[in-house]
């Protein structure tokens, strides 16, 4: 069974870098045709899909946080990553990781996604 897990810090100062990190379990990221996505929920709003990595390490990104925003992987660790640059309290959410074989992009459906991580909570607070 594929079991993901977010870590990271849950507390970052406006203008740091949100890093967090997922770890995959009972599954390869290298898996043909799966991509490993990063998707939020701030206070009171609804998920919002942030961006992926593919199994073939490719990136697709959120075109509003495409700046922001930079997804990695390390394949021997079987996790994948990611950093938000110049947060600001805007970016406090609750932070998932979530997994998909199947062909979806950019999408904040729940259904979409066949592994989800628990969720951290990231607070961007001075």
């Known amino acids: 069974q594929v079991q993901l897990q977010e870590s990271g810090p849950g507390l970052v100062k406006p203008s740091q870098t949100l890093s967090l990190t997922c770890t995959v379990s009972?599954?390869?990221?290298?898996?043909?045709?799966?991509?490993w996505n990063w998707i939020r929920q701030p206070p009171g709003k609804g998920l919002e899909w942030m961006g992926l990595?593919?199994?073939?390490?490719?990136?697709y990104y959120r075109p509003s946080l495409k700046s922001r925003t930079s997804i990695s992987r390390n394949t021997s660790k079987n996790q994948f990553s990611l950093q938000l640059n110049s947060v600001t309290p805007e970016d406090t959410a609750v932070y998932y990781c979530?997994?998909?074989?199947?062909?979806?992009?950019?999408?904040?459906?729940?259904?979409?996604?066949?592994?989800w991580g628990q969720g951290t909570q990231v607070t961007v607070s001075p």
């Open positions: 009972g599954g390869s990221i290298t898996s043909s045709f799966y991509a």
């Open positions: 990595i593919a199994y073939d390490g490719i990136t």
């Open positions: 979530a997994g998909t074989g199947r062909r979806v992009l950019a999408s904040s459906r729940v259904n979409d996604y066949e592994y």
